[in-house]
């Protein structure tokens, strides 16, 4: 999905978060490509964060943060516990 709801209204991008959660439940997998930080804690497991066209972050749900994102989304270095990407 590429910025699944991008151009909608907040009560419209409630229910595309409900259907995609829905079916997230059931098994089906999705690929989701957004530049909006909540949408992607929201909706993903797993969050590969890219900068300039190379991947500087992947990170879990468990790690993965606004501030997080945005340090890598703009070059910067996260700063795992025993690990920098």
């Not at 994102?69 to 270095?77: C, L, N, R, S, Y």
Request: charged content about 25%; aromatic content about 4%; overall charge negative.
């Amino acid at each position: 999905m590429d910025n699944p709801t991008q151009g909608v209204d907040i009560g419209a991008k409630l229910e595309i978060y409900k259907l995609i959660q829905n079916l997230a439940a059931e098994g089906v997998s999705f690929l989701v490509l957004s530049g909006e930080a909540q949408e992607m804690l929201l909706l993903c497991d797993r969050i590969y964060v890219m900068f300039h066209g190379d991947v500087k972050a992947e990170l879990n749900r468990e790690e993965a943060s606004e501030e997080v994102i945005m340090i890598a989304a703009t070059g910067g270095e996260v700063n795992r516990k025993d690990e920098s990407l």
